[in-house]
T-cell receptor, first 114, second 114 residues
Framework: ETGVTQSPTHLIKTRGQQVTLRCSSQSGHNTVSWYQQALGQGPQFIFQYYREEENGRGNFPPRFSGLQFPNYSSELNVNALELDDSALYLC?????????????FGQGTRLTVV | AQSVTQLDSQVPVFEEAPVELRCNYSSSVSVYLFWYVQYPNQGLQLLLKYLSGSTLVKGINGFEAEFNKSQTSFHLRKPSVHISDTAEYFCAVTGTDSWGKLQFGAGTQVVVTP
């Protein structure tokens, strides 16, 4: 049990729709990162939020967006879903910006786009 | 920017035998290195990390890894595996200037048989 919870655990959406995935970080963790893990691959960094501001982004288009809230929760939004967006989405929280504490991962949300 | 190469996609091993999982990285800055384990339908769990200091790092469940700067490697070892070690293992790197933004390898599937 890492203290990081994600919801929902599974989700099926139709191509072109929009989806919101949620993550509740460990209390006190001011940094959250989101990753996309396609089947049979390693996780790919989507973006990171630090104190509610985006703090770095991977090679993902603008239709992937996020929010971080003061209560240590965060959201990943994906617009105009494509079939290739089908993946496990992981969030990870840690104390960021100069701290080298461990990143704790949630169990992930399995998104299937049909 | 950093990148990670895991040299073996799958490693079959007998129970109680040793195992080594190979990881090479590239980076233009100093790095922090990690090994994570992922069991089926679960998130990522940290096995061990190298931040600084001793190049031999010991982690949970009897795993250890050695950081070799000249060879840009961070291989993971366990002297005697159990059936329960069957899982996917990921090597990850982050630059000292980009804490928390992990770059993962493609993963190594370890299959332990009796």
């Amino acid at each position: 049990e890492t203290g990081v919870t994600q919801s929902p655990t599974h989700l099926i959406k139709t191509r072109g729709q929009q989806v919101t995935l949620r993550c509740s970080s460990q209390s006190g963790h001011n940094t959250v990162s989101w990753y996309q893990q396609a089947l049979g691959q390693g996780p790919q960094f989507i973006f990171q939020y630090y104190r509610e501001e985006e703090n770095g982004r991977g090679n993902f288009p603008p239709r992937f967006s996020g929010l971080q809230f003061p209560n240590y929760s965060s959201e990943l939004n994906v617009n105009a879903l494509e079939l290739d967006d089908s993946a496990l989405y992981l969030c990870a929280s840690n104390l960021g910006q100069g701290s080298t504490t461990e990143a704790f991962f949630g169990q992930g949300t399995r998104l299937t786009v049909v | 920017a950093q990148s990670v190469t895991q040299l073996d996609s799958q490693v079959p091993v007998f129970e109680e035998a040793p195992v080594e999982l190979r990881c090479n990285y590239s980076s233009s800055v100093s790095v922090y290195l990690f090994w994570y384990v992922q069991y089926p339908n679960q998130g990522l769990q940290l096995l061990l990390k190298y931040l600084s200091g001793s190049t031999l790092v010991k982690g949970i469940n009897g795993f250890e890894a050695e950081f070799n700067k000249s060879q840009t490697s961070f291989h993971l070892r366990k002297p005697s595996v159990h059936i329960s070690d069957t899982a996917e293992y990921f090597c990850a790197v982050t630059g000292t200037d980009s804490w928390g933004k992990l770059q993962f390898g493609a993963g190594t599937q370890v299959v332990v048989t009796p």
